[in-house]
């Protein structure tokens, strides 16, 4: 069990600096953390201690000043913009305070979008995101467009895209932040639902209440880390899920390829 | 990969949909760049299958003698646009002209000595095109008389033949057989009128029907500065004809100690100083009008700019759930491409639609070569290629953090 919960993020001495010379502020500041495959971590702390930019170097939106950043093991200064944005869409979804949906696709290609680019034909991708969208209870929406979902349906609509690729971690910044408590614990109920699967999950709130859900939380002050307490022992974190581990289904041109194979091998 | 372009495809055309009127726009801007080349285009092909079918109407048989080379360069065309300079130039004279007859195979012999000069019959015409010919003229342009008789090289008299439109010019009439006009000083009778041909484009650069017909004979020895622009030799037999085109060229070649500023042509090659003028002035024309291609180009480079700027969120939720730069740009590049084919597409349906209007009310059918379709589909293409690169790469290189930020 301890070795399906390695570690997936370490962050050693990680600085964000914004603006030169006397002008110079830090989002980060010799920032240190390791996270282990399982974890649901809640980032709390005042508006401008650096929450944010945290989530976006994990995800790969952003780079640092300084320090290093381990994603899996490999060092993310390492790794080619191409592969990051392929890492984006497979291994990381990105849950947002404002859903950032785009307005002008229906809900199913909104859900979609993250298949687009790691390689799905159009068919398998509306297929799987519709296979999605019937786990959270919005199957006859799909065709909806965005404007005509209330906020606790985008967001579990956006929670449905970002974890449509089955992704390892997914990254929610303030996700219940513009919904009322009845979508909110609605919301929440989702993701512990996801994590339980054995999903890593970082998300930052300013919301105590919802740290009953995470299995550590951290305190952030003036970027870096104020308090760090875990709640749940690392032995006792959810491992993932077989299902999980399986790819969601492979595109039709992967398929026809691995059935080529067979045919050859069959001949 | 080809998934890849399929989905980058769908990604554009949907997004176009979404601003049909804009793209409509933009696709007309194009295609009436395309429209204005391709109908030049057309236009400049419809003159040289014309002046073709014109040679190979007057049979197999026909070889040219023409001053100077006829793989003209820019300067010479242009010369011969500015006819009178050529006139001084041409080298050819009528011993030349019966030195040829006198050739194996050779059936018949007309010289073309062109000239423009003030005519005065019942009215004056300040300038009309006179033809220095003989005999023989008619009987290898395969024309008919309408009434009268053609030259003879035995008129004790000047004789002249008038082309149908020159004669109501001249006398408000196109029966003017017996009456006289005066060229040069000199008194001609109207002996025969041309039948219309209503051919104004041919390989004699000639317009049968406003020209004057006298000897050449006669002509010279009114006018000494006779120049001789072009012979027409007719041979008795096609199978020999290259061996009678040596033979010609040779004669002259020794009649004339060793110039060789002349040519001898037959077959298409006669078609070719005509050909080359109109390839020039089109040439001319198609430049012109790529500049509204230009002009559409810089509208849908407008266009993709301002769809990039609105579409700044779009972007940064893309590429925040795995976008790359070659997957924004290859986007937005699909985006311009399909709009200017599109563009193109309507341009070349519009050029022939115009083209067939002309058609109506000129000798000029519309004329389709995989030339043409390859110059539309080409201009189309690098015109998008050229004027979406830089909204490709200013959309691709958006920071998504920022872009996220934005709600336009």
């Given at each position: 069990?301890?070795?399906?919960?390695?570690?997936?993020?370490?962050?050693?001495?990680?600085?964000?600096?914004?603006?030169?010379?006397d002008?110079?502020s830090?989002?980060?500041?010799?920032?240190?953390?390791?996270?282990?495959?399982?974890?649901?971590?809640?980032?709390?702390?005042?508006?401008?201690?650096?929450?944010?930019?945290?989530?976006n170097?994990?995800?790969?939106?952003?780079?640092?000043?300084?320090?290093?950043?381990?994603?899996?093991?490999?060092?993310?200064?390492?790794?080619?913009?191409?592969?990051?944005?392929?890492?984006?869409?497979?291994?990381?979804?990105?849950?947002?305070?404002?859903?950032?949906?785009?307005?002008?696709?229906?809900?199913?290609?909104?859900?979609?979008?993250?298949?687009?680019?790691?390689?799905?034909?159009?068919?398998?991708?509306?297929?799987?995101?519709?296979?999605?969208?019937?786990?959270?209870?919005?199957?006859?929406?799909?065709?909806?467009?965005?404007?005509?979902?209330?906020?606790?349906?985008?967001?579990?609509?956006?929670?449905?895209?970002?974890?449509?690729?089955?992704?390892?971690?997914?990254?929610?910044?303030?996700?219940?932040?513009?919904?009322?408590?009845?979508?909110?614990?609605?919301?929440?109920?989702?993701?512990?639902?996801?994590?339980?699967?054995?999903?890593?999950?970082?998300?930052?709130?300013?919301?105590?209440?919802?740290?009953?859900?995470?299995?550590?939380?951290?305190?952030?002050?003036?970027?870096?880390?104020?308090?760090?307490i875990?709640?749940?022992?690392?032995?006792?974190l959810?491992?993932?899920?077989?299902?999980?581990?399986?790819?969601?289904?492979?595109?039709?041109?992967?398929?026809?390829?691995?059935?080529?194979?067979?045919?050859?091998?069959?001949? | 990969?080809?998934?890849?372009?399929?989905?980058?495809?769908?990604?554009?055309?949907?997004?176009?949909?979404?601003?049909?009127?804009?793209?409509?726009?933009?696709?007309?801007?194009?295609?009436?760049?395309?429209?204005?080349?391709?109908?030049?285009?057309?236009?400049?092909?419809?003159i040289?299958?014309?002046?073709?079918?014109?040679?190979?109407?007057?049979?197999?048989?026909?070889?040219v003698?023409?001053?100077?080379?006829?793989?003209?360069?820019?300067?010479?065309?242009?010369?011969?646009?500015?006819?009178?300079?050529?006139?001084?130039?041409s080298?050819?004279?009528?011993?030349?002209?019966?030195?040829?007859?006198?050739?194996?195979?050779?059936?018949?012999?007309?010289?073309?000595?062109?000239?423009?000069?003030?005519?005065?019959?019942?009215?004056?015409?300040?300038?009309?095109?006179?033809?220095?010919?003989?005999?023989?003229?008619l009987k290898?342009?395969n024309?008919?008389?309408k009434?009268?008789?053609?030259?003879?090289?035995?008129a004790?008299?000047?004789?002249?033949?008038?082309?149908?439109?020159?004669?109501?010019?001249?006398?408000?009439?196109?029966?003017?057989?017996?009456k006289?006009?005066?060229?040069?000083?000199?008194?001609?009778?109207?002996?025969?009128?041309?039948?219309?041909?209503?051919?104004?484009?041919?390989?004699?650069?000639?317009?049968?029907?406003?020209?004057?017909?006298?000897?050449?004979?006669?002509?010279?020895q009114?006018?000494?500065?006779?120049?001789?622009?072009?012979?027409?030799?007719?041979?008795?037999?096609?199978?020999?004809?290259?061996?009678?085109?040596?033979?010609?060229?040779?004669?002259?070649?020794?009649?004339?100690?060793?110039?060789?500023?002349?040519?001898?042509?037959?077959g298409?090659?006669?078609?070719?100083?005509?050909?080359?003028?109109?390839?020039?002035?089109?040439?001319?024309?198609?430049?012109?009008?790529?500049?509204?291609?230009?002009?559409?180009?810089?509208?849908?480079?407008?266009?993709?700019?301002?769809?990039?700027?609105?579409?700044?969120?779009?972007?940064?939720?893309?590429?925040?759930?795995?976008?790359?730069?070659?997957n924004?740009?290859?986007?937005f590049?699909?985006?311009?491409?399909?709009?200017?084919?599109?563009?193109g597409?309507?341009?070349?349906?519009?050029?022939?639609?115009?083209?067939?209007?002309?058609?109506?009310?000129?000798?000029?059918?519309?004329?389709?070569?995989?030339?043409?379709?390859?110059?539309?589909?080409?201009?189309?293409?690098?015109?998008?290629?050229?004027?979406?690169?830089?909204?490709?790469?200013?959309?691709?290189?958006?920071?998504?953090?920022?872009?996220?930020?934005?709600?336009?």
């Open positions: 069990m301890a070795e399906e919960n390695e570690i997936i993020i370490k962050l050693e001495s990680l600085t964000k600096r914004y603006g030169y010379g002008a110079a830090y989002a980060l500041k010799d920032f240190d953390l390791t996270v282990k495959r399982g974890e649901f971590i809640m980032i709390m702390g005042p508006s401008g201690c650096g929450k944010t930019t945290l989530l170097i994990i995800g790969l939106l952003d780079a640092p000043t300084s320090g290093v950043y381990l994603l899996n093991n490999e060092p993310a200064s390492r790794i080619s913009a191409r592969r990051q944005a392929r890492l984006r869409s497979k291994k990381i979804g990105f849950i947002f305070q404002n859903f950032n949906l785009i307005p002008d696709l229906p809900i199913i290609e909104n859900v979609a979008l993250p298949l687009v680019y790691s390689g799905y034909h159009k068919t398998r991708r509306l297929i799987r995101a519709s296979e999605v969208l019937d786990r959270f209870n919005l199957k006859e929406k799909e065709y909806y467009m965005p404007f005509q979902l209330s906020g606790g349906q985008q967001q579990r609509a956006a929670i449905a895209r970002a974890i449509v690729s089955g992704p390892e971690i997914i990254l929610a910044d303030e996700p219940t932040g513009n919904l009322d408590s009845h979508s909110s614990s609605l919301v929440m109920e989702e993701l512990k639902r996801i994590h339980s699967e054995g999903n890593t999950i970082i998300m930052v709130t300013h919301n105590p209440t919802l740290t009953k859900y995470a299995t550590r939380v951290i305190n952030m002050l003036d970027g870096a880390i104020d308090t760090d875990k709640t749940v022992k690392d032995s006792d959810p491992v993932p899920v077989a299902s999980r581990k399986k790819k969601p289904q492979k595109s039709l041109k992967k398929q026809k390829k691995s059935k080529n194979k067979k045919k050859k091998g069959k001949k | 990969m080809s998934l890849l372009l399929k989905t980058h495809y769908e990604l554009a055309k949907s997004s176009l949909r979404q601003n049909r009127t804009r793209s409509f726009l933009t696709c007309l801007g194009i295609g009436i760049g395309v429209a204005s080349i391709i109908l030049i285009l057309s236009l400049m092909g419809s040289s299958s014309l002046i073709s079918s014109q040679v190979s109407q007057m049979g197999s048989d026909l070889i003698v023409r001053p100077s080379s006829t793989r003209s360069t820019v300067d010479s065309v242009v010369n011969e646009l500015t006819s009178s300079t050529q006139y001084l130039k080298n050819l004279t009528l011993k030349d002209v019966s030195l040829i007859e006198k050739l194996n195979n050779v059936s018949s012999v007309a010289p073309l000595a062109v000239s423009v000069n003030s005519l005065q019959g019942d009215d004056f015409v300040p300038s009309a095109t006179i033809v220095g010919t003989n005999a023989n003229f290898i342009q024309l008919t008389l009434s009268g008789t053609f030259l003879r090289e035995d004790k008299t000047n004789t002249a033949v008038i082309g149908a439109g020159l004669a109501n010019d001249l006398y408000g009439t196109d029966e003017p057989i017996g006289s006009l005066t060229l040069l000083g000199s008194r001609f009778i109207i002996v025969g009128v041309l039948s219309k041909v209503d051919d104004p484009i041919n390989f004699n650069n000639l317009d049968l029907d406003s020209s004057l017909f006298v000897s050449a004979k006669v002509l010279n009114i006018d000494n500065s006779l120049q001789i622009q072009q012979i027409n030799v007719r041979a008795t037999n096609t199978d020999g004809i290259e061996d009678t085109v040596n033979l010609i060229r040779e004669t002259l070649i020794a009649s004339k100690a060793g110039d060789t500023n002349f040519s001898v042509l037959y298409e090659e006669i078609t070719h100083p005509a050909g080359t003028l109109f390839s020039i002035i089109s040439g001319t024309l198609a430049i012109v009008a790529g500049v509204s291609l230009i002009v559409g180009g810089i509208g849908v480079m407008n266009i993709m700019l301002v769809s990039v700027s609105e579409r700044t969120h779009e972007i940064g939720v893309r590429k925040a759930v795995g976008a790359s730069f070659s924004i740009f290859l986007q590049l699909f985006e311009a491409l399909i709009l200017t084919l599109t563009g597409f309507f341009g070349l349906a519009l050029a022939y639609v115009l083209a067939f209007l002309i058609s109506l009310v000129t000798p000029f059918a519309p004329y389709i070569s995989w030339e043409i379709l390859a110059v539309s589909f080409l201009t189309s293409f690098a015109d998008g290629l050229i004027f979406g690169l830089y909204p490709a790469i200013k959309a691709a290189k958006k920071n998504p953090i920022s872009s996220l930020k934005f709600w336009g």
